[in-house]
């Protein structure tokens, strides 16, 4: 019997988390962060790498998609202003910590970091080269909006040290971008990429958006096209989330244009098929990547890492949040800074850090969140790891997920004596399965985005 995923999805009562952490950072704790100071501190101090995130909260467009914690500003001042609290609070975890800890990998997102001009990356990179060692060049990832490109931001993005470019799309048809407020040429973007290749980067991500206002598979088809044309090395592709109750101005979308959940599912299956014609690799459930490209190989071997940016081949256990609403994470737990830039700032220059909310995971968290991690990466996870990982304790998470593939849901899923494994059709809504171990959720009073 084939599967039904429209129908399933249709029997769903509501949206489900993303999982780009267990548990998802709504059920963080407010003082949660403070609490879990020490333990974050003692475990960075202690790490032989970290990965660390810098959060830029400005854009000067707000395109109505929007679901990214930023703000419009038509002037520099306020990010030259943000960016003097920024290098602050790098400097207080410097001292915070009781070496410099080699990083492994650093990305720069937002918002959007493409904004930002020479003299204040300068700052940023000399306030982290104090606080950290970054002697074993790592990948530092930035996202681009190609509206932001000028001449020398390609220059003053590669002298911060970009290894990694990510270029914001979406879509290139002109009705949908009008839709979303967010125009934005082929040829734009194009002249970036060639920019960026020309000054010497190697690994480019191009994020393109499914289930946008006016969008049909015709014209999808046509903005893959387009991409593909592009050569990225990485794809991602993501479900338009439209959450307005968290993000107002998404309110600007005319929802009577939005596809509905089987278009939705249509359009993803569609987009999929395209770009692994095109020999790209297809990586969780909306990246894609050239078979070559690091974040292939990782998920060839098993060793896919779902975070807060998607997917990444960064396995450094410690990862270090800065800026507003950046979000910390180490094997005891997560902590997220103050979400408003005004408090964070306020904070921040009173010598305090921002943290303001947080998790210590149990040890039942910490099986389910090795599991919810395994399934997003591999669409499978094994008994044998997860018993290696975690002992006897994880037996009764095996007979739950036993019960899991002889009930409801035998249709998406089966174990055997390696692990459970989910169907290649079932792939799309693994998030189901996920939440079969999360609980933490309910659905009842938590609203997430749709499923696919
Ligand atoms: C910080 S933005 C990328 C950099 C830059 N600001 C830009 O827009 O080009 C990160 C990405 O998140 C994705 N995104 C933003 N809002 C989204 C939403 N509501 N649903 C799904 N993806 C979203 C978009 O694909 C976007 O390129
Ligand atoms: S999509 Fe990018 S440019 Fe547009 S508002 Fe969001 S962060 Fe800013």
Not at 8 to 26: C, E, F, H, M, V
Not at 353 to 365: C, I, V
């Amino acid at each position: 019997m084939t599967l039904n995923i429209a129908e399933l999805l249709a029997r769903q009562p509501s949206g489900l988390p993303r999982y780009t952490s267990y548990p998802p950072a709504n059920h963080f704790e407010p003082d949660g962060g403070p609490a879990l100071l020490g333990a974050l501190v003692a475990a960075a101090s202690a790490a032989d790498k970290l990965s660390l995130y810098i959060h830029i909260p400005y854009c000067d467009r707000i395109c109505w998609f929007c679901g990214c914690h930023t703000k419009q500003t038509m002037r520099y001042e306020p990010v030259a202003d943000y960016v003097k609290v920024l290098v602050q609070e790098i400097a207080l975890w410097g001292a915070e910590l009781k070496r410099k800890v080699p990083v492994s990998a650093l990305h720069l997102g937002g918002g959007s970091p493409s904004l930002l001009r020479r003299e204040e990356l300068q700052m940023i990179k000399e306030a982290l080269h104090a606080a950290f060692d970054f002697s074993q060049t790592p990948e530092i990832s930035i996202e681009i909006d190609p509206s932001d490109v000028k001449d020398g931001t390609i220059a003053d993005l590669m002298s911060f040290g970009m290894t990694r470019a990510s270029i914001g799309v979406q879509d290139f048809d002109p009705a949908v971008q009008a839709a979303i407020n967010r125009p934005q040429s082929f040829e734009l973007t194009r002249d970036v990429v060639r920019a960026l290749r020309a000054a010497g980067i190697q690994s480019i991500n191009i994020d393109a958006l499914y289930g946008l206002p006016l969008q049909d598979t015709g014209k999808l088809a046509l903005t893959l096209k387009k991409v593909l044309n592009l050569e990225p090395d990485r794809i991602a592709l993501f479900g338009y989330a439209h959450v307005p109750w968290m993000k107002p101005h998404q309110r600007l979308i005319d929802e009577k244009t939005l596809p509905d959940s089987a278009m939705r599912l249509q359009q993803a299956e569609f987009a999929a098929n395209v770009i692994t014609d095109f020999d790209y690799r297809a990586i969780g459930i909306d990246h894609f990547a050239k078979p070559g490209d690091t974040l292939a190989l990782a998920a060839k071997r098993g060793r896919l890492h779902r975070n807060f940016q998607g997917y990444s081949d960064d396995d450094a256990s410690v990862r270090l949040g800065f800026g507003p609403s950046s979000i910390g994470c180490f094997p005891g737990g997560y902590v997220q800074n103050e979400v408003a830039t005004g408090r964070y700032a306020t904070l921040v220059q009173t010598g305090r850090l921002a943290l303001a909310r947080g998790l210590a995971l149990s040890d039942d968290d910490r099986m389910r969140s090795f599991i919810i991690e395994r399934l997003l990466c591999d669409f499978a996870f094994s008994f044998d790891e997860l018993v290696k990982c975690f002992g006897v304790s994880a037996l009764p998470l095996i007979s739950q997920a036993c019960g899991i593939a002889a009930g409801e849901y035998a249709e998406l899923c089966w174990v055997d004596d390696a692990g459970l494994h989910m169907t290649d059709e079932a792939r799309p809504v693994v998030r189901i399965i996920a939440a079969q171990f999360d609980t933490w959720l309910k659905p009842a009073e938590q609203r997430y985005s749709k499923v696919v």
